[in-house]
DNA sequence: CAGTATCCTCGAGGATACTG
DNA sequence: CAGTATCCTCGAGGATACTG
């Protein structure tokens, strides 16, 4: 199996994968979620060669989860902003730096604020039916035929 | 910045991803989800080269995602188990498939069902402080000093 | 400022064969 | 069955320089 062939594949993990599932992408969304857009910022935070970051700039146009945007117009200067898609990736972004908070730092980098209610969110999954949290084993998973 | 320098970074996503940032690393995990254990069996499932699993295998282990059990004694052989710190890796797979769900497939292909309440569970992100859905424009960040 | 073009290097990982 | 050893290839990505 080669890695680009995930995106053929009937999972959706392996689907996603097939877009995220590389050194860097990640980290470049992560910035555009703390509010990067211009190549320079992504380039200069992230300090990443401008060929890789140019490369994984385009796919991710390709694939619908940035859109460029023009923002000044002589010369012609473009933003990336996160598409509607781009912003549904934000819970895997949200699992990511849980997991980093639980187990990788001492003291947590970021505070996540919940605007509404004005304490610290901690983000916690739960089922949309009965709203109790639902882990690993509260879970059953059902295949439909053909998935990988 | 290399990618082995994520680790360093002060930042929850950038030191996870330099654990998961690859191209097979998620990949295998879903497999352990789903229940596989064994070298060929994932080698089987995956269709990767032995070189690459049994490399990714190790390095997980070594950061305490997968513990080696023995379950037979001659000739000894080893499983790779899921530690906690292993499982508490779900929500990152539930959401990688909630997205793919939603923007790379037609119909899922798997189907996670609520034991507890019969019904398929469609992962939701709630404050764990007011119970209330968060999205991206609902939280507000605060960095810590010295955040990356 | 936001890239593209060109060249080059090095390391990830495939193929193959072997072992207890 | 679960790997390790060895060799080899190829492509990802760095460095550098250029452009509108």
Avoid: N
Avoid at 11 to 23: I, K, Q
Avoid at 127 to 137: A, I, M, Q
């Amino acid at each position: 199996m080669k890695h680009r062939a995930l995106d053929e594949v009937y999972c959706s993990v392996a689907r996603t994968w097939s877009v995220l599932g590389d050194r860097w992408t990640m980290l470049i969304l992560r910035e555009a979620f703390r509010g990067t857009s211009r190549f320079d910022a992504f380039q200069a935070r992230l300090d990443v060669g401008r060929t890789l970051l140019s490369d994984r700039l385009a796919r991710l146009v390709e694939e619908g989860v940035f859109e460029r945007a023009l923002y000044r117009s002589k010369p012609e200067r473009y933003e990336y902003r996160l598409t509607q898609k781009g912003l549904d990736l934000y819970p895997v972004l949200l699992s990511l730096m849980e997991w980093g908070d639980r187990y990788k730092v001492d003291d947590p980098p970021v505070r996540l604020i919940h605007k509404a209610c004005g304490e610290e969110a901690e983000p916690q999954l739960v089922c949309r039916h009965c709203s109790e949290p639902v882990g690993y084993f509260d879970l059953r998973a059902e295949y439909a035929p053909g998935a990988w």
